[in-house]
């Protein structure tokens, strides 16, 4: 079992930045392929980074790159994302997300709002 507990979120003008966190439980944290998705009101849930386990290979949506950075701290059990250039179309709920043993696990999210 694993739960997250995402924090960060906010309201930010277009063009600033903010970074969300993500601190998870349970053992083996290291090991666990940790996420971003986000999801804005009457839309589905879409993908925005991945960081492989032990710190490996990142992944991102085309839509945030060269503008979000995932990392994670294995000491601390937190992944964290860092949103700079915020865009209006980055408004969403955003959910911390672990896949480990199979089994992918959700935070409850929290808001992001950009303001034009």
């Known amino acids: 079992q694993v739960q997250l507990v995402e924090s960060g979120g906010g309201l930010v003008q277009a063009g600033g930045s903010l970074r969300l966190s993500c601190t998870a439980s349970?053992?083996?944290?290291?090991?666990?392929?940790m996420g971003w998705y986000r999801q804005a009101s009457g839309n589905q849930r879409e993908f925005v980074a991945r960081?492989?386990?032990?710190?490996?290979?990142?992944n991102y949506a085309d839509s945030v790159k060269g503008r979000f950075t995932i990392s994670r701290d294995n000491a601390k059990n937190t992944v964290y994302l860092q949103m700079n250039s915020l865009k209006p179309e980055d408004t969403a709920n955003y959910y911390c997300?672990?896949?480990?043993?199979?089994?992918?696990?959700w935070g409850q999210g929290t808001q992001v709002t950009v303001s034009s």
């Open positions: 960081i492989l386990g032990g710190g490996g290979p990142t």
């Open positions: 997300s672990a896949v480990k043993g199979g089994l992918r696990y």
């Open positions: 349970g053992s083996m944290f290291s090991a666990n392929t």
